[in-house]
Protein backbone atom coordinates (compact mmCIF):
# COMPACT_ATOMS: atom_id res chain seq x y z
CA UNK A 1 0.00 0.00 0.00
CA UNK A 2 1.15 3.56 -1.03
CA UNK A 3 -0.33 6.85 0.85
CA UNK A 4 -0.11 10.18 -1.16
CA UNK A 5 -0.27 13.44 0.77
CA UNK A 6 -1.01 16.35 -1.66
CA UNK A 7 -0.85 19.97 -1.06
CA UNK A 8 -0.35 23.49 -2.50
CA UNK A 9 -3.37 24.43 -4.96
CA UNK A 10 -5.31 27.58 -4.61
CA UNK A 11 -6.71 30.43 -6.36
CA UNK A 12 -4.61 32.35 -8.81
CA UNK A 13 -4.60 34.93 -11.38
CA UNK A 14 -3.80 34.09 -14.80
CA UNK A 15 0.09 34.88 -14.90
CA UNK A 16 0.44 33.47 -12.05
CA UNK A 17 2.70 30.05 -10.25
CA UNK A 18 1.81 27.71 -8.05
CA UNK A 19 3.85 24.68 -6.65
CA UNK A 20 2.15 21.74 -5.66
CA UNK A 21 3.81 18.69 -3.54
CA UNK A 22 2.75 14.99 -3.02
CA UNK A 23 4.37 13.03 -0.63
CA UNK A 24 4.77 9.51 -0.86
CA UNK A 25 4.39 6.96 2.31
CA UNK A 26 3.73 3.28 2.74
CA UNK A 27 5.10 0.64 0.65
CA UNK A 28 7.17 3.28 -1.61
CA UNK A 29 9.84 0.46 -2.54
CA UNK A 30 7.56 -0.68 -4.99
CA UNK A 31 6.89 2.09 -7.00
CA UNK A 32 7.68 2.39 -10.48
CA UNK A 33 6.12 5.58 -11.90
CA UNK A 34 4.74 8.95 -10.06
CA UNK A 35 3.00 11.90 -12.01
CA UNK A 36 0.62 14.17 -12.12
CA UNK A 37 -3.15 14.28 -13.41
CA UNK A 38 -5.88 16.71 -13.50
CA UNK A 39 -9.52 17.02 -14.32
CA UNK A 40 -11.41 19.50 -15.02
CA UNK A 41 -15.25 20.12 -14.73
CA UNK A 42 -17.10 17.91 -17.32
CA UNK A 43 -13.83 16.58 -18.31
CA UNK A 44 -12.09 12.91 -18.07
CA UNK A 45 -9.36 12.87 -15.61
CA UNK A 46 -5.81 13.50 -18.35
CA UNK A 47 -2.28 13.14 -17.84
CA UNK A 48 -0.37 16.40 -16.89
CA UNK A 49 3.30 14.90 -16.27
CA UNK A 50 5.07 11.49 -14.77
CA UNK A 51 8.43 10.70 -14.19
CA UNK A 52 9.02 7.26 -15.79
CA UNK A 53 12.36 5.38 -16.38
CA UNK A 54 12.62 6.58 -19.18
CA UNK A 55 12.50 10.35 -18.28
CA UNK A 56 9.82 13.02 -18.06
CA UNK A 57 6.53 13.53 -20.32
CA UNK A 58 4.28 15.82 -20.27
CA UNK A 59 0.36 16.83 -21.80
CA UNK A 60 0.99 19.28 -24.56
CA UNK A 61 -1.21 21.50 -23.02
CA UNK A 62 1.54 22.49 -20.15
CA UNK A 63 4.95 21.69 -21.55
CA UNK A 64 7.16 24.87 -21.00
CA UNK A 65 4.82 26.10 -18.58
CA UNK A 66 4.79 23.19 -16.16
CA UNK A 67 8.08 21.17 -14.20
CA UNK A 68 7.74 18.06 -12.46
CA UNK A 69 10.14 17.42 -10.25
CA UNK A 70 11.16 15.43 -7.22
CA UNK A 71 13.45 14.89 -3.84
CA UNK A 72 14.04 11.88 -3.06
CA UNK A 73 15.21 11.90 0.24
CA UNK A 74 11.63 13.28 0.94
CA UNK A 75 9.73 10.80 -0.99
CA UNK A 76 7.84 13.84 -2.70
CA UNK A 77 7.33 14.72 -6.12
CA UNK A 78 6.89 18.80 -6.91
CA UNK A 79 4.87 19.86 -9.76
CA UNK A 80 5.89 23.72 -10.51
CA UNK A 81 3.18 25.32 -12.14
CA UNK A 82 3.78 28.93 -14.39
CA UNK A 83 2.09 30.97 -17.05
CA UNK A 84 -0.99 29.66 -15.47
CA UNK A 85 -4.12 30.46 -17.81
CA UNK A 86 -7.97 29.86 -16.89
CA UNK A 87 -7.98 26.04 -18.65
CA UNK A 88 -5.73 25.26 -16.34
CA UNK A 89 -8.45 25.14 -13.72
CA UNK A 90 -8.78 21.35 -12.58
CA UNK A 91 -8.39 18.88 -9.58
CA UNK A 92 -4.94 18.14 -9.51
CA UNK A 93 -4.13 14.61 -8.68
CA UNK A 94 -0.82 13.02 -7.53
CA UNK A 95 -0.35 9.36 -8.64
CA UNK A 96 1.86 6.41 -7.86
CA UNK A 97 2.22 3.63 -9.72
CA UNK A 98 3.62 0.00 -8.41
CA UNK A 99 4.51 -2.77 -10.00
CA UNK A 100 4.57 -6.22 -7.66
CA UNK A 101 4.87 -9.44 -9.04
CA UNK A 102 3.72 -8.24 -12.36
CA UNK A 103 1.34 -6.32 -11.60
CA UNK A 104 0.45 -2.47 -11.66
CA UNK A 105 -1.44 -0.82 -9.49
CA UNK A 106 -2.45 2.79 -9.02
CA UNK A 107 -2.38 4.93 -6.18
CA UNK A 108 -4.18 8.25 -5.97
CA UNK A 109 -3.72 11.42 -3.76
CA UNK A 110 -6.97 12.95 -2.30
CA UNK A 111 -6.71 15.66 -5.19
CA UNK A 112 -5.75 19.51 -4.64
CA UNK A 113 -8.06 22.43 -6.70
CA UNK A 114 -6.33 25.01 -8.75
CA UNK A 115 -8.49 27.87 -10.21
CA UNK A 116 -6.96 30.43 -12.04
CA UNK A 117 -9.13 33.38 -12.92
CA UNK A 118 -8.97 35.46 -15.36
Known amino acids: QVQLAESGGGLVQAGGSLRLSCAASGSIFSINVRGWYRQAPGKQRELVAVFTSGGTNYADSVRGRFTISRDNAKNTVYLQLNSLIPEDTAVYYC?????????????WGQGTQVTVSS
Open 95 to 107: NARTLVGGAFEDY
